[in-house]
């Protein structure tokens, strides 16, 4: 019990310090959890969210991966590798990992906003339009900044 606890500190540590912009202090924390506690997605992801965030997509992808092979239906891993195959120019994984995260929660908006992005940019617009729809219908963000942008979006694909 104790390790467990230890490794959720670790993690409340490495949050809050990458919450500051401090990823280099964060990743010790959660690379140290990791061994506290080697079961579990969410250490994972974090750090695979790090290695994104250093422009290692590589290690970011490994990391999502161990995630995911420790839960697979971990669906922000599932998201974030998407995300990382769009990045690399990779739109039919991209598409084969957001769907899967879909599969397992079909409100995760962001996963239905990353498929809308990815959608859009490879001309799918009907798509990408019904995906924009879903991550509105799903999304609980108050940046009404994002809201009136995806809103003014549709209205351009819907044209």
């Known amino acids: 019990m104790p390790t467990n606890l230890s ?7 490495g949050k809050k310090l ?3 912009g401090k990823i280099d ?4 924390k959660f690379l140290e959890a990791s061994l ?5 997605a969410e250490i994972f ?3 695979g969210l790090i290695y994104k965030k250093k422009d290692d997509p590589a290690q970011a992808e490994n990391y999502y991966k161990k995630a995911l092979v420790v839960k697979p239906d971990y669906v922000e891993a599932l998201n974030n590798l998407g995300v990382l195959k769009a990045n690399a120019g990779e739109p039919l994984d991209a598409a084969i990992y957001l769907k899967k995260a879909l599969e397992v929660n079909s409100t995760y908006a962001d996963a239905y906003f990353n498929l809308a992005v990815l959608n859009d940019g490879e001309g799918n617009f009907r798509e990408a339009i019904a995906n924009y729809k879903s991550f ?6 108050d940046d009404n900044n ?5 809103r003014g979006r549709i209205e351009q694909l819907s044209e």
Do not use: C, F, H, R
């Open 36 to 40: 506290k506690n080697p079961t579990s």
């Open 25 to 28: 202090e964060a990743l010790p």
């Open 136 to 141: 509105l219908q799903y999304t609980e963000t």
């Open 146 to 150: 994002l809201m009136d942008k995806i």
């Open 18 to 20: 990458y919450g500051l």
């Open 45 to 47: 992801n974090n750090i």
């Open 7 to 13: 490794a959720e500190i670790l993690v409340d540590e």
